[in-house]
C-alpha cells in the first residue's frame, strides 16, 4: 500500500496546525515523525488514523482518494494508532480489550492469539486481569497486539517506548523492522527522543509550526534534525544547566517501611531524602517505582515503619495532610487521575489555585504560557489537549509551597526543548530547598538529572547508588536482576 497525503490543511480557529502538508508514504519503510509540541504531528496523524478531519486537501491511497476518513474507515483500509494514552475500557478485561471490533473467536481461540502475540513481544498478560490494574506501559502494550490482530497494513506509533524498559524497547524496535520488512508495513513513528529516531528510522519528517520542514534519510546529523525542529541556533548540548546542591538537611526519611500497594507491598524501605536532592527511580513497571511514590504522598499505608517529614511523624495521615504538608505527586495517567478531562484550562487553576480566582487571566499568562509554554486557549477543555500539552497543565497545578515533589514521567510527551525548560523548572525548585524523586523509562534522564538512583528488581529496592558510580549499562544489569543488591 502507497498513501499520499497532499496539500492537507487542518485549522483550530485561528491556528492553522497543519499547513499544506505533501508527504508520499512507501511500504517496507519506518518513518520518523519529529517536531516540537505544537508542531502539528499528533493533528496530521489523527487526520490519517480518522480521529481529525482535515478542512483542506487529499489522502490518496494506492492511487484513490479516500475523502474524510472516520476511524472505522480508517482501520478498514488498514491504518491504525497507537496513543500515547491508549483508548481502550480500564473496566474490562485484557480479553475483553483484546477482542472489541476485532475477528470473531471463541474466548478459547482469542486467548490463544493474544499470549501468541504477546509471547513475540515479550510482553505478559493475564487475559483475566482487568485493565485498570495495568501500568499505562502495559495498556499501550496490548493496544499494540490489538491493532497487529485487526491486521493494520499502517501502525502509527505515538511515543510507544514510554513506561517500557530498555529491553523491551530494544524488542519492540526489533519488531518494527521486522513488521515493515516481512510484512510490507508502513510504520510511522511519532517521538520526541531523537535517539530512537537515528536508530531505527528509514526516513525522518520534520514538522515545525504547522509545516513540513525536511524530509531526510540517512546518515542523519543529531544538529541539523534540532535546527529544522527549533530552529538555526539551537543544537544538542544547549540550555544544560548545574545540577542543584545537595543540602545538609533531612526533608523526609523512611524508616524499615513496608508500603502496600494495589498489587503487592513494598518492604523494608529506609531511605533519607535531603533538600535540594534529585532521585531518581529506575525500574521496570511494577517492581515497585510507584508503590514507593504513592506511599511517600500519601496514596499508599504503610503496614508498619515511619514516615517522617519535616520531622512530623507522617504515617497514618489522611491525604489532605500531606498535600497542606507540601508533598505533591504527579502521576503518568494524566487524564485518568491527573487531571479532570472535561474540565477546561481556567478551571483547573481555579481549583488548584483558589487564591487566584480573580486574575485568572494574568496568572494563566504567567502560570501557564510564560512559565511552560502552554499555549493552548484558557477555555480549552483538558481531553481536548495534546499529551504533551496534558503534561505541561500538571507542571502548571503544582502548588508553589512544595517541598516533596513526586513524579512519574515528568516529560512523557514533551519535546526536546519543553523538557530542557521542565528540567530547568524542577531544578530551580529544588535549588530553593524542595527535593524530587522522579521515575523514568529513559535512562538517560535518569542519569543525566538524578544525584542518586534507586533501583527496583523483584518488587523491592536493590540498589541506592551515587549516579557517578553507575554507567547506563551497569544500571539496566541492575534492573534485570544482575548485581549485587546494596
Not at 499547513?19 to 487526520?47: C, D, H, W
Not at 485493565?131 to 497494513?153: C, F, M, N, P, Y
Not at 530552529?231 to 502496600?260: F, H, Y
Request: aromatic share 6%.
Amino acid at each position: 500500500m502507497e498513501i499520499a497525503l497532499k496539500d492537507i490543511h487542518k485549522y483550530y480557529g485561528r491556528v492553522h496546525a497543519n499547513a499544506g502538508i505533501t508527504v508520499g508514504l512507501e511500504p517496507g519503510r519506518i518513518y520518523g515523525l519529529l517536531g516540537e509540541n505544537g508542531a502539528g504531528k499528533s493533528t496530521l496523524m489523527r487526520i490519517l488514523a480518522g480521529h481529525t478531519q482535515h478542512d483542506r486537501g487529499d489522502l490518496i491511497f494506492d492511487g484513490r482518494p479516500v475523502g474524510r476518513l472516520k476511524p472505522a474507515a480508517a482501520l478498514s483500509l488498514g491504518v491504525g494508532m497507537l496513543y500515547q494514552d491508549p483508548l481502550d475500557f480500564p473496566a474490562l478485561t485484557v480479553l475483553e480489550n483484546f477482542m472489541l471490533g476485532g475477528v470473531k473467536r471463541s474466548n478459547k481461540e482469542a486467548v490463544s492469539r493474544l499470549l501468541e502475540l504477546a509471547e513475540r513481544f515479550h510482553f505478559q498478560f493475564s487475559p483475566e486481569q482487568r485493565v485498570s490494574e495495568l501500568t499505562v506501559g502495559e495498556r499501550q502494550q496490548l493496544a499494540l497486539l490489538r491493532l497487529l490482530d485487526l491486521g493494520v497494513k499502517v501502525l502509527i506509533l505515538d511515543e510507544p517506548t514510554t513506561g517500557i524498559s530498555l529491553i523491551q524497547k530494544e524488542l519492540l524496535f526489533k519488531a518494527m523492522r521486522d513488521l515493515s520488512a516481512e510484512g510490507g508495513r508502513i510504520i510511522i513513528l511519532v517521538t520526541h527522543k531523537l535517539s530512537e529516531a537515528l536508530d531505527l528510522c528509514h526516513e525522518i519528517l520534520v514538522m515545525r509550526q504547522g509545516r513540513l520542514e525536511g524530509k531526510l534519510s540517512p546518515p542523519y546529523e543529531a544538529d541539523d534534525l534540532l535546527r529544522l525542529m527549533f530552529g538555526p541556533d539551537v543544537t544538542r548540548e544547549q540550555g544544560k544547566e548545574d545540577s542543584p546542591r545537595v543540602g545538609g538537611e533531612v526533608l523526609v526519611a523512611l524508616d524499615d517501611a513496608e508500603i502496600v500497594g494495589e498489587k503487592f507491598s513494598l518492604p523494608h524501605v529506609s531511605l533519607a531524602v535531603h533538600t535540594g536532592e534529585i532521585i531518581g527511580l529506575a525500574g521496570l513497571e511494577g517492581t515497585g517505582r510507584q508503590v514507593l511514590l504513592k506511599g511517600l504522598a500519601g496514596l499508599a499505608r504503610l503496614r508498619h515503619g515511619r514516615l517522617v517529614f519535616q520531622n512530623r511523624a507522617m504515617q497514618g495521615q489522611p491525604r489532605p495532610v500531606f498535600r497542606r504538608e507540601g508533598i505533591h505527586f504527579l502521576p503518568a495517567a494524566r487524564l485518568e487521575k491527573g487531571l479532570f478531562p472535561g474540565l477546561t484550562l481556567h478551571e483547573h487553576l481555579a481549583l488548584a489555585f483558589p487564591e487566584e480566582k480573580k486574575r485568572l487571566d494574568d496568572f494563566h499568562q504567567t502560570q501557564c504560557v510564560d512559565r511552560f509554554r502552554l499555549m493552548a486557549h484558557p477555555a480549552t477543555l483538558a481531553q481536548a489537549l495534546s499529551g504533551g500539552n496534558q503534561q505541561r497543565l500538571q507542571l502548571s497545578l503544582i502548588p508553589h509551597q512544595t517541598r516533596l515533589l513526586l513524579m512519574e514521567h515528568p516529560t512523557r510527551g514533551l519535546d526536546l526543548g519543553s523538557a530542557r525548560q521542565v528540567w530547568s523548572h524542577l531544578e530551580e525548585r529544588c535549588r530553593q530547598g524542595a527535593a524530587l524523586l522522579f521515575s523514568s523509562a529513559d535512562l538517560e534522564e535518569i542519569m543525566e538529572h538524578s544525584h542518586r538512583v534507586l533501583v527496583f528488581y523483584n518488587q523491592r529496592v536493590v540498589a541506592d547508588l551515587p549516579v557517578e558510580s553507575l554507567t547506563i549499562e551497569a544500571l539496566g544489569g541492575l534492573m534485570a536482576g544482575r548485581g549485587e543488591a546494596a
